[in-house]
């Protein structure tokens, strides 16, 4: 790769890397601006006569002796609470996880081992439920929610998220078992497994890269999901994403605007640092249907 890369002309190589170098820095500066804006103040920040006063944090300065400050962070994290809303979004993320893959990996190899035709048809009611937008799907959730007095609380939120994520990781996890092929379980078999000690002793190990890779896209729907979670939980169980625009549209106090940023940031941190642990993984996982058995 990099003899190739050495033999494209001089001219061509100083365009690609400074297209790279272009597009790496677009795509990273909103995020950076955000994370730089959020220990300012709101007058800094959001400065309307002189845009560079985000960048020296001038009123800054004048409010808290520093160009630097963190009232924004002590504002979202303890005057609003805003652990609590953390903990409420991981709670939500573990056990919509941990649903849909399971439902997941049991279903998607049934279906890759299935020889029945109906299994293509169910694929494809998955396939156009999972297309409908979900703010269509809530609404039908709304009255029985009501009249069983269940609304507002984690565990409906939850049961509500898988139902919408489960066609996505029912569609990958089948791919993925697809191919593998079916001689690892026939030969399990014939050393005397059944069907299930097959699939968890010799499949899973196999299917492991695939699993996590499913995991994480099913992970980022329940921790980015904003429709589901803000029509369906009441403001003391609300996740992240929800309680950011509640700090948004409370522009009205000044400072609050500065919360939404601070709890922005506090929010993306984690979905770095995941990718970055798991990056091997997801891109093994992603590969893992190039590779034949």
């Given at each position: 790769?990099?003899?190739?890369?050495?033999?494209?002309?001089?001219?061509?190589?100083?365009?690609?890397?400074?297209?790279?170098?272009?597009?790496?820095?677009?795509?990273?500066?909103?995020?950076?601006?955000?994370?730089?804006?959020?220990?300012?103040?709101?007058?800094?920040?959001?400065?309307?006569?002189?845009?560079?006063?985000?960048?020296?944090?001038?009123?800054?300065?004048?409010?808290?002796?520093?160009?630097?400050?963190?009232?924004?962070?002590?504002?979202?994290?303890?005057?609003?609470?805003?652990?609590?809303?953390?903990?409420?979004?991981?709670?939500?993320?573990?056990?919509?996880?941990?649903?849909?893959?399971?439902?997941?990996?049991?279903?998607g190899y049934a279906l890759s081992r299935s020889g029945?035709?109906?299994?293509?048809?169910?694929?494809?009611?998955?396939?156009?439920?999972?297309?409908?937008?979900?703010?269509?799907?809530?609404?039908?959730?709304?009255?029985?929610?009501?009249?069983?007095?269940?609304?507002?609380?984690?565990?409906?939120?939850?049961?509500?998220l898988v139902a919408i994520n489960q066609p996505f990781?029912?569609?990958?996890?089948?791919?993925?078992?697809?191919?593998?092929?079916?001689?690892?379980?026939?030969?399990?078999?014939?050393?005397?497994?059944?069907?299930?000690?097959?699939?968890?002793?010799?499949?899973?190990?196999?299917?492991?890269?695939?699993?996590?890779?499913?995991?994480?896209?099913?992970?980022?729907?329940?921790?980015?999901?904003?429709?589901?979670?803000?029509?369906?939980?009441?403001?003391?169980?609300?996740?992240?994403?929800?309680?950011?625009?509640?700090?948004?549209?409370?522009?009205?106090?000044?400072?609050?605007?500065?919360?939404?940023?601070?709890?922005?940031?506090?929010?993306?941190?984690?979905?770095?640092?995941?990718?970055?642990v798991f990056q091997r993984q997801i891109v093994s996982?992603?590969?893992?249907?190039?590779?034949?058995?």
């Amino acid at each position: 790769m990099a003899s190739r890369a050495q033999s494209l002309p001089k001219g061509l190589r100083i365009a690609l890397t400074s297209f790279i170098v272009i597009w790496l820095i677009m795509a990273a500066f909103p995020f950076i601006w955000t994370l730089w804006g959020s220990f300012k103040v709101e007058l800094d920040f959001f400065s309307i006569a002189d845009w560079t006063n985000a960048i020296t944090g001038a009123r800054t300065e004048e409010t808290h002796g520093s160009p630097f400050t963190g009232a924004g962070y002590h504002g979202a994290w303890v005057e609003e609470g805003f652990l609590r809303n953390v903990i409420n979004t991981f709670i939500v993320c573990f056990f919509v996880v941990l649903t849909s893959l399971t439902i997941g990996t049991l279903g998607g190899y049934a279906l890759s081992r299935s020889g029945y035709r109906y299994t293509f048809w169910l694929l494809i009611a998955a396939l156009i439920f999972r297309a409908m937008p979900p703010i269509t799907l809530v609404a039908g959730y709304m009255l029985p929610f009501f009249q069983w007095n269940v609304w507002g609380i984690l565990p409906t939120t939850i049961i509500v998220l898988v139902a919408i994520n489960q066609p996505f990781t029912l569609w990958m996890l089948h791919s993925f078992f697809q191919n593998i092929p079916k001689e690892l379980d026939e030969s399990a078999k014939v050393d005397g497994c059944t069907q299930f000690q097959a699939f968890r002793h010799v499949i899973i190990p196999v299917m492991w890269p695939g699993v996590i890779t499913t995991g994480l896209f099913s992970f980022l729907l329940a921790y980015n999901d904003f429709a589901v979670t803000a029509m369906l939980l009441a403001e003391e169980n609300r996740t992240m994403v929800p309680q950011v625009a509640a700090f948004l549209g409370s522009t009205y106090t000044e400072g609050n605007v500065m919360f939404a940023v601070a709890s922005v940031v506090s929010a993306t941190v984690p979905l770095f640092i995941l990718v970055m642990v798991f990056q091997r993984q997801i891109v093994s996982g992603l590969t893992a249907g190039a590779v034949k058995g």
